[in-house]
C-alpha cells in the first residue's frame, strides 16, 4: 500500500515538476499591465512594415512596450526579422541565415523605404523609452544567437526581456543571464506542424519548462491547458499574444496586440503593494 501512495503521489507531483516556472520578483514590474505592439506598431496595409525602424519609432513614440523578432545573418549579425526566409516580405526565396547582412540591408521590406534592421540599431532608436520583449527564433547557430544577443543586450539601458519557442534557448539564459526576465513561447500542440507529435505534446502543454523556469508563459490567445494554468498559478507572468481585441486583456499579466490602440496601460499598478 505504501509502494502505490508513493507511485501516486510522484504521479501527482510529475506535473508540478514539469511544468512549474521561474521566480521573477521585481524584474516582472516593468512588463506587468502593459500593451506592447507586436512586431512594433505596424499598418495593416504594409504602408509601414513589421520589425521596421518606422514601427518601433511610432510604438516608442506612442509610449507602448514592443516585442520582436531577431535572428543570425549569414555573417554572424544579429537581425530583426521574423520568418525564416525572406519571401513574404521581402519577395526573395533565400533564407534569412543565407545572406549577409550587407545583402539582407539591401532588401526593400513589404516594398516601402524600409530595410531590415540591426538589432543594435534598434536598441539604439529606442534607447529605453519603453519595454522590450525580445524573442529569439530557433535555428542551426542557437548558441552563437543567444551569446550575440546577450553582449547587446547587456549594454542596453532599458528594461528587457527574453522569450522562444524553444525551451533550448530560453535554458541558455537561465544559465547564462539570470538577471534577465525570460519566457516560454507556446501555442496548442497541433500548431508545431512541422515537429514529431511528441514533441508537439511537450511544447504545446510546456512540459519542458524544468529545463529553463521560464518566469512569464506567452500563449497564444485562446484556451490554455491545465500545465500553463499551473504554471501561472505557481507564480508564471501570464501573456497573450497575438490580441486583436482590448477585451483580452482581462485575466492577464502583459498582451501582445496588433493592429489597434490599446490603452498602454491596464489592471491595477504592479508597483503599488498596498
Given at each position: 500500500m505504501k509502494k502505490c501512495a508513493f507511485v501516486a503521489l510522484g504521479l501527482l507531483a510529475l506535473p508540478i515538476l514539469l511544468a512549474a516556472p521561474?521566480?521573477?520578483?521585481?524584474?516582472?514590474?516593468?512588463?506587468?499591465?502593459?500593451?506592447?505592439?507586436?512586431?512594433?506598431?505596424?499598418?495593416?496595409?504594409?504602408?509601414?512594415?513589421?520589425?521596421?525602424l518606422a514601427a518601433f519609432s511610432r510604438a516608442a513614440e506612442a509610449g507602448y512596450g514592443m516585442e520582436l523578432?531577431?535572428?543570425?545573418?549569414?555573417?554572424?549579425?544579429?537581425?530583426?526579422?521574423?520568418?525564416?526566409?525572406?519571401?513574404?516580405?521581402?519577395g526573395r526565396e533565400e533564407r534569412v541565415d543565407e545572406l549577409t547582412w550587407p545583402e539582407l540591408h539591401a532588401l526593400s521590406l513589404c516594398g516601402t523605404e524600409e530595410r531590415i534592421p540591426l538589432f543594435s540599431q534598434m536598441l539604439e532608436l529606442v534607447n529605453g523609452r519603453t519595454p522590450l520583449i525580445v524573442e529569439l527564433k530557433s535555428g542551426k547557430r542557437n548558441r552563437k544567437l543567444c551569446q550575440n544577443t546577450l553582449a547587446l543586450l547587456?549594454?542596453?539601458?532599458?528594461?528587457?526581456?527574453?522569450?522562444?519557442?524553444?525551451?533550448?534557448?530560453?535554458?541558455?539564459?537561465?544559465?547564462?543571464?539570470?538577471?534577465?526576465?525570460?519566457?516560454?513561447?507556446a501555442q496548442p500542440p497541433e500548431l508545431y506542424k512541422s515537429k514529431a507529435p511528441i514533441v508537439r505534446y511537450f511544447l504545446g502543454y510546456t512540459l519542458l519548462n524544468f529545463l529553463s523556469r521560464p518566469q512569464f508563459i506567452a500563449y497564444k490567445i485562446g484556451p490554455r491547458p491545465l500545465t500553463v494554468r499551473l504554471a501561472e498559478l505557481l507564480g508564471a507572468?501570464?501573456?497573450?499574444?497575438?490580441?486583436?481585441?482590448?477585451?483580452?486583456?482581462?485575466?492577464?499579466?502583459?498582451?501582445?496586440?496588433?493592429?489597434?490602440?490599446?490603452?498602454?496601460?491596464?489592471?491595477?499598478?504592479?508597483?503599488?503593494?498596498?
Open positions: 521561474g521566480r521573477g520578483g521585481k524584474k516582472k514590474l516593468p512588463f506587468q499591465g502593459r500593451n506592447f505592439a507586436h512586431r512594433g506598431l505596424h499598418t495593416p496595409d504594409k504602408q509601414i512594415p513589421e520589425n521596421s523578432d531577431v535572428q543570425l545573418s549569414r555573417d554572424g549579425q544579429v537581425v530583426v526579422f521574423h520568418d525564416d526566409d525572406l519571401l513574404r516580405v521581402c547587456r549594454e542596453y539601458p532599458g528594461d528587457v526581456c527574453i522569450e522562444s519557442f524553444d525551451p533550448r534557448i530560453v535554458a541558455w539564459f537561465r544559465f547564462h543571464a539570470p538577471e534577465l526576465l525570460r519566457g516560454q513561447l507572468m501570464r501573456v497573450g499574444w497575438t490580441s486583436h481585441d482590448p477585451a483580452n486583456e482581462a485575466g492577464r499579466d502583459a498582451v501582445i496586440f496588433e493592429f489597434y490602440r490599446p490603452e498602454i496601460r491596464f489592471g491595477p499598478d504592479p508597483h503599488n503593494h498596498r
